[in-house]
Nanobody, 125 residues
Framework: QVQLVESGGGLVQAGGSLRLSCAAS????????IAWFRQAPGKEREFVMS????????YYADSVKGRFTISRDNAKNTVYLQMNSLKPEDTAVYYC??????????????????WGQGTQVTVSS
């Protein structure tokens, strides 16, 4: 059982930067993966990035390649999503999630069963 809380969302101009945080409580493990998803109005939720809890493996969607980075601070039990060169199309509610099975780090929504409440990111042009 894992509880997740996202924070750091807000309004930023195109080209700007924002850092999101995902604080986890409950289960912790070196096999513990946290992923970021986002959902824009009227669209399906989509995978953004993921990271194993020890930081040894990271994955990302093509849409954020070269602009977003993911990292973790295990002392704080927190995962960060650093977003640079933001575009209006990045506007969405951003969620963090934990997989059903230890070790899973893929992009499928069905692979995750614990979700945070989300944080709104709005990028103005």
């Amino acid at each position: 059982q894992v509880q997740l809380v996202e924070s750091g969302g807000g309004l930023v101009q195109a080209g700007g930067s924002l850092r999101l945080s995902c604080a986890a409580s409950g289960r912790t493990s070196s096999l513990f993966t946290i992923a970021w998803f986002r959902q824009a109005p009227g669209k399906e939720r989509e995978f953004v990035m993921s990271i194993t809890w020890d930081g040894s493996r990271k994955y990302y969607a093509d849409s954020v390649k070269g602009r977003f980075t993911i990292s973790r601070d295990n002392a704080k039990n927190t995962v960060y999503l650093q977003m640079n060169s933001l575009k209006p199309e990045d506007t969405a509610v951003y969620y963090c999630a934990v997989p059903k099975l230890d070790g899973y780090s893929g992009s499928s929504i069905t692979g995750y069963d614990s979700w945070g409440q989300g944080t709104q990111v709005t990028v103005s042009s």
